[in-house]
């Protein structure tokens, strides 16, 4: 279970990757173009680095006779020495010896040291607007580090004698005879000893106040060939991965405030009900029929042949024969879907199918099907026309079909049509009314299937009165459209009539995911029975 929320998270993730890819690829590709671009109009930088080695002062004191005390580490000693690199009195000292014009926090801008681990060597980095002086640059103020220590050391070592001959000096000298074997001769030699120790000391200390060298240039700076900065390319390639990196963000926060369903899974699971089929994007609108068989609408026949097949697992014992086509607002697909599940249906051969035009508000059939717009519906529940004056029929080749049994050419189906008919200023009273029930009867009992196109559920009132009085309802809901609220308020206005077969049919879906779910829904029609 834990692996498929794993697979199921990454596809949607690829899913959601994929539909704003449009984002992710404008932003990236205007944070690479900025980079560049500020990059390049940048003046060029060069880079020079030099790198030398601090020492402990006590390692001086074998060079005098000293024994040296334990000192510090070497880590120690490269970590100081790399902070020293850049201290002030250093910098000063660089700024007169270089002859530059500059203040010391300028430089220090412009200048770096750091200590490395692995050899504990210290590292200067200067950079200028040229080879040559960035070079000049990081020498000079190695040089100038290396003699700030040299003479800060040997001061300190002066220091360190002046204070061993003050010691010395301060010891007395007793009067007496220093050959002698008394206690007052003892006491002679013992500070005469102490004095000389003192001063023997001090002597070094002095020694090494001149001589005394507390580090060395390991490795001077080359004049660098080409600049460190701008490099416009490399500037691109950050930009471009600080511009996915927003576009990743400004897409989580686009998908979490949007509402609208956009996965077929995600449509069956708002809506509770077992999905029929889908209907690509590419069909809202159209008709799956022409007058050449075998042409490319052949291929969207299919996903209705498909809803054809699964509307009749919504109930095995009891097929449903009245089937309401209908959707929470308009231009979800319904008429669409009603058109190409009728036509489906009749392209079998075996049923007597009719197609009923219920929604008054907004009549498209006659238009779409090439049929006359009235007498309809409408007219025949004002008491204007009569059942045989309003059912027209249409005559079709099924795409799919290339020539009939006999080799006399492709077989024409016959779908019986009912259009929305003359315009009413009072549609909801005459879908309400006793006549259409009585019609509704009437036509169950004639036709085999009777398709009826309905207004949206939240928009008008008949879309409700008719599918109390429907066998089955097919929920069409859009993708890309359809908010998940909106799906679950019509699933919620079903959900408050007497209980039927329902069945969702995605509309709106792309064609890349239409494989995958036609094969789904066709292989797994059996799995909608316990659904229901």
Sequence with gaps: MAQQNETSSLRNAVTVLRRRLWIVAFLVAIAAATAFVLSFVQDDTYKAETSMRFLDPEESYSAVGLFPRQGELPQQTSAQGAEFATSTAVLQRAINKLGLDTSVETLREHVSSIQEPASNLVTITAEAASGEDAARLANGIAEAALAQANADTRKSFAEQAADLREQANSIPIPKGNPNGQNE?????????????????????????????????????????????????????????????????????????????????????????????????????????????????????????????????????????????????????????????????????????????????????????????????????????????????????????????????????????????????????????????????????????????????????????????????????????????????????ALDRLPKRPMGLVATGVSVRDQGYYAYAYSYGAERFITKV
């Design 184 to 492: 007052q001769a003892a006491l002679i030699q013992e500070f005469a000893r102490q004095r000389q120790i003192l001063t023997e000391t001090a002597t070094k200390f002095e020694a090494l106040s001149k001589v005394a060298v507390l580090g060395e240039v390991m490795a001077q700076a080359d004049v660098p060939s080409s600049p460190a900065s701008p490099k416009p390319v490399r500037s691109a390639v950050i930009g471009g991965v600080v511009g996915l990196f927003i576009s990743l963000v400004l897409v989580g926060i686009i998908e979490s405030l949007d509402r609208r369903l956009r996965e077929v899974d995600q449509a069956e699971e708002v809506t509770g009900m077992p999905m029929l089929a889908t209907v690509v994007e590419g069909m809202l609108g159209k008709v799956p029929i022409s007058g050449t068989p075998g042409d490319e609408h052949a291929a969207s026949m299919n996903a209705f042949r498909l809803l054809r097949t699964n509307l009749r697992f919504l109930d095995v014992d009891n097929p449903p024969v009245s089937v309401l086509v209908t959707s929470s607002l308009a231009e979800e697909g319904k008429t669409t879907v009603a058109m190409g599940m009728a036509l489906a249906a009749a392209a079998g051969g075996d049923r007597n199918v009719l197609l009923v035009e219920a929604d008054l508000h907004r009549p498209v059939h006659a238009q779409r099907l090439g049929i006359n717009d009235q007498p309809g519906l409408s007219d025949y529940l004002s008491g204007s026309a009569e059942p045989g004056d309003v059912v027209q029929t249409l005559e079709f080749v099924d795409p799919a079909q290339t020539s009939s049994s006999n080799g006399e050419g492709p077989v024409r189906s016959r779908l019986a049509c009912i259009t929305a008919g003359s315009r009413t200023p009072w549609p909801a009273e005459l879908i309400g009314s006793e006549r259409f029930k009585d019609f509704l009867d009437k036509v169950n009992r004639v036709y085999d299937l009777v398709i009826l196109d309905s207004p949206p559920l939240l928009g008008v009132p008949e879309a409700t009165e008719l599918a109390s009085q429907v066998d089955a309802v097919v929920f069409c809901a859009r993708l890309g459209r359809t908010t998940a609220d909106q799906a679950r308020a019509g699933r919620e």
